[in-house]
């Protein structure tokens, strides 16, 4: 069974850092890529980054260019987003998503974990 588990989220403070979690299970992620979304309350989805499982390469949106940053580690099948510099506009439910295609769509991405929150608050 395909699941995915985010984990990290939390309250941290306008310029703080967290980095977010996503494990995978069910499958091995060496060939996949894995889109980060985010979501705030009476907002659509949106997509805040993708990495290659195989190749390592990533995209970023230009609202958190230079802020965020995507890795993995196939051999825990677990991939991170970094995310420094946040501001208050970063809080929302975040989410990782498997897919075959490096997009910014959801629609591009079969499996979605459960998402975990980032606020942004002094």
């Known amino acids: 069974q395909v699941q995915l588990v985010e984990s990290g989220g939390g309250l941290v403070q306008p310029g703080g850092s967290l980095r977010l979690s996503c494990l995978a299970s069910g499958f091995t992620l060496d060939k996949d890529v894995i889109g980060w979304f985010r979501q705030a309350p009476g907002k659509e989805r949106e997509g805040v980054s993708c990495i290659n499982s195989s190749d390592g390469s990533t995209y970023y949106p230009r609202s958190v260019k230079g802020r965020f940053t995507a890795s993995r580690d196939n051999a825990k099948n677990t991939v991170y987003l970094q995310m420094n510099s946040l501001k208050p506009e970063d809080t929302a439910v975040y989410y990782c998503?498997?897919?075959?295609?490096?997009?910014?769509?959801?629609?591009?991405?079969?499996?979605w974990g459960q998402g975990t929150q980032v606020t942004v608050s002094s």
């Open positions: 998503a498997a897919g075959e295609v490096m997009s910014m769509s959801p629609q591009a991405y079969d499996y």
